[in-house]
């Protein structure tokens, strides 16, 4: 088999260091790559009024596979306030660089797995009968449509005459936001396709037909967002009818779906939702399991697929003289990359180093110490993103 090339995008801040980390460890675990690197991220928006280059998208569209760090990502105000001053005023736009990739490259499938790994000291514990405590082993895949919802990008502030005689047709806008003057109205869309829907409800049903899972919840609102939530959960039903008669639909609410967490998380295996919502259902559900330290994800589209933390950029670390930020998150999405390409049993290795690394509790970085994010804390005990490294390296040995 031929090398394969993989296209690295560290982004801002703590994203370097957390794919240097990952890197070593593919490399050590055997994974024959090349990697070339993909300009991403606030320096090039500042330099260039570009966060996401066209040099970058052309090396995604040649080889198709590509590791993400982090992103910052500010106001409107702040981003035009950071430009070069030749750049200023001449109609650059901030937009999102993960949002606008997925969005080009049709990345509308996200997974998200949320898995506890035993001995890690952040893990989920509540009260059982008799005072007990009680661990309960928590193993979500949350399934996040990508492209679509709140996170579209079809907003306006002060809408054009077109835009607002459009929104007066609709009798609950002309009944309840007509007396707002139109420069103090901004709109926000929260569009679903048909589509797009189905390809996520359906990559939800298929993850649970292969893990043997008799049951996948939609989690939305459709009680009260009774289009957009509603077209999900009628697809999904239709598709259990129709093609999964074996798995069953539950409904939940966004709302009652973070109460229902942190009290019984173990049963809610396989949950599909909307942009907006997968995205708050699965930091929830990260929490459980250590926080975005150990949060991964996936996002993939019919030809390209892209592989990062959900972490944020964490700028302030990326200051530190020694990196002290965990890189488990960052690792974890590299083996998802590796389980996208048939490289199963690699990444089935490195999730087992890393599971060896957290359960004998020798390295801990300083999330799992439960320390703040300070330079100090190496001093304290923490391992360094490199040491993290390091010690699942040696487990794979």
């Given amino acids: 088999m031929a090398k394969r090339t993989i296209v690295v995008m560290p982004g801002d801040g703590i994203g370097k260091a957390v794919c240097d980390a990952a890197i070593d460890v593919l490399n050590a675990a055997g994974f024959d790559a090349e990697y070339v690197h993909g300009d991403i991220g606030w320096e090039f928006w500042c330099k260039e009024g570009n966060p996401l280059p066209d040099r970058t998208l052309k090396l995604l569209e040649q080889h198709k596979i590509a590791l993400f760090g982090a992103i910052t990502s500010k106001p409107k105000d702040k981003a035009e306030a950071e430009l070069s001053p030749e750049l200023k005023g001449k109609g650059y ?63 306006w502030t002060n809408p054009s005459d077109q835009v607002y005689d459009a929104l007066m047709t609709h009798p609950k806008f002309k009944e309840n936001f007509a007396w707002c003057p139109r420069p103090e109205l901004a709109v926000s869309t929260r569009i679903f396709t048909k589509k797009y829907t189905t ?28 289009e957009t939530s509603g077209m999900m959960l009628k697809v999904a039903q239709e598709m259990s009818k ?57 996002n993939i589209g019919p030809e390209i697929a892209v592989f990062e933390p959900t972490h944020g950029s964490a700028p302030k670390y990326a200051d530190y003289e020694t990196s002290i930020v ?39 970085a300083y999330d ?30």
């Fill in 93 to 155: 736009i901030y937009y999102s660089p993960i949002v606008s990739m997925r969005q080009r490259f049709s990345l509308d499938i996200c997974m998200r797995p949320c898995k506890a790994f035993k001995g890690n000291p952040l893990n989920f514990i509540r009260r059982g009968a008799g005072n007990t405590v009680e661990e309960p082993t928590v193993n979500t895949m949350i399934f996040r449509q990508n492209t679509e919802g709140l996170y579209g990008g079809v907003e």
């Fill in 368 to 397: 799992m110490l439960k320390l703040s994010g300070s330079p100090d804390v190496i001093n304290k005990g923490a391992a360094s993103t490199k040491q993290m490294a390091e010690a699942i390296i040696a487990k794979l040995k």
């Fill in 199 to 226: 390809r996520i409800v359906k990559a939800a049903f298929e993850y649970a037909k292969k893990q043997g899972l008799k049951s996948l919840y939609v989690c939305e609102k459709p009680n009260v967002i009774r």
């Fill in 242 to 298: 129709n093609e999964y008669p074996d798995i069953r639909v539950n409904d939940v609410n966004i709302d009652a779906m973070m109460m229902w967490l942190t009290k019984n998380p173990e049963i809610y295996n396989v949950i599909v939702a909307g942009n907006m919502f997968g995205d708050i259902v699965s930091d929830g559900f990260a929490g459980l399991v250590g926080g975005l330290g150990f949060a991964c994800s996936a």
């Fill in 326 to 364: 965990n890189p488990i998150a960052m690792v974890l999405s590299a083996c998802m990359m590796l389980d996208h390409i048939g490289e199963n049993k690699l990444s089935e290795k490195i999730q087992a180093a890393v599971a060896e690394v957290v359960a004998e509790g020798k390295v801990k």
